[in-house]
């Protein structure tokens, strides 16, 4: 049996030269053999040639390039292109343990599901006394007794090739790159909608982002990511619409700013922010974006599989 994992990167460089030792020491399950897809989401530092240069014992290394800037574009080029009855989504910031593949790919090959979501943990030296479960959901870790902890992540997700005959891909407008979120949260649902099985596994894959991720400047944009995707989400795929979205738009752009005047410190903050302002940015940007999504027409029938056709292509 074959395992694709894809893999797709854009300007880094050097978490990626890291992240592409670290397969090295994962260990192939038996009877499997490993092609690793690297995809290079329209770089311009240095991240081509880190990609052409990666060898691996234990792998095939299959260079990839796809010039549409956003994730879902560079793992739909990843699938596209995979050879793999299973099919791993990972990231280049990811540090894995030599159980890594095993577990992520045990409950597929074992019959008992068809997408598997491993929950991961943050490396030691990023975690924070402060952190929070709305945190860790925005840094794509969330806490295993979350509720996000339950979707499909993808970071770090596993899926048999067959669910693809009923859900071709990841929509284009969703995820890094585009509206920044939700990518993963579209798809799981769109699975599950499907009928296929959903997994989950623990695993001890450390989450080495870049620092700059826990500054309160990245923090202001992760609240605005999450709620514009869910906005997408809520019009397209389910077909719901907000009430009185443009008052409600303003009157929580009036709620943030009562609060951060009542709570100057929490504003002065270098890394991180507090819950409620979080909370706060949410059903802003929620409403702000349901605002642009609801003059456009619906992507797709409601709860379908497959974007409409016009938008296929984007896949």
């Known amino acids: 049996m074959l395992i694709s994992i894809i893999l797709s990167a854009r300007n880094r460089a050097s978490s990626l030269s890291q992240a592409l030792q670290s397969p090295k020491h994962v260990a192939v399950p038996d009877e499997c053999s490993c092609e690793l897809l690297v995809v290079d989401n329209s770089s311009t530092d240095l991240t081509p040639a880190v990609i052409t240069e990666a060898k691996l014992p234990n792998m095939v290394v299959c260079p990839l390039y796809e010039p549409r800037i956003g994730q879902s574009c560079a793992r739909n080029v990843g699938v596209l292109e995979s050879r793999g009855e299973l099919i791993v989504s990972t990231d280049d910031d990811l540090l894995y343990t030599a159980d890594w593949l095993d577990k992520m790919v045990g409950p597929v090959r074992r019959g008992g599901a068809e997408e598997v979501t491993g929950v991961m ?181 409601r709860y379908g599989l497959v974007k409409k056709l016009g938008i296929l292509s984007t896949y």
Not at 206 to 229: A, D, G, I, M, Q
């Open 121 to 301: 943990h943050i490396a030691p030296h990023l975690e924070r006394d402060w952190m929070l479960p709305p945190h860790r959901t925005l840094l794509a870790v969330p806490s295993t007794d979350s509720q996000a902890a339950t979707e499909l992540i993808g970071t770090n997700m596993a899926i048999h090739r067959q669910v693809l005959e009923r859900v071709p891909g990841f929509d284009p407008e969703l995820g890094p790159g585009q509206l920044g979120f939700g990518e993963d949260t579209l798809f799981g649902a769109q699975l599950r909608q499907a009928g296929q099985r959903t997994a989950r596994v623990p695993l001890d894959a450390e989450h080495h982002f870049l620092p700059e991720r826990l500054t309160r400047v990245n923090f202001l944009s992760h609240p605005k990511k999450l709620r514009r995707s869910a906005a997408y989400t809520t019009h397209h795929w389910e077909h719901e619409s907000l009430k009185m979205t443009r008052v409600n738009f303003t009157r929580k752009i009036a709620q943030l700013a009562v609060w951060r005047a009542a709570h100057p410190a929490e504003v002065r903050n270098s890394e991180g922010m507090h819950p409620r302002e979080i909370h706060h940015l949410r059903s802003l940007h929620l409403y702000g974006q349901a605002l642009i999504e609801r003059r456009r027409p619906r992507n797709y029938e």
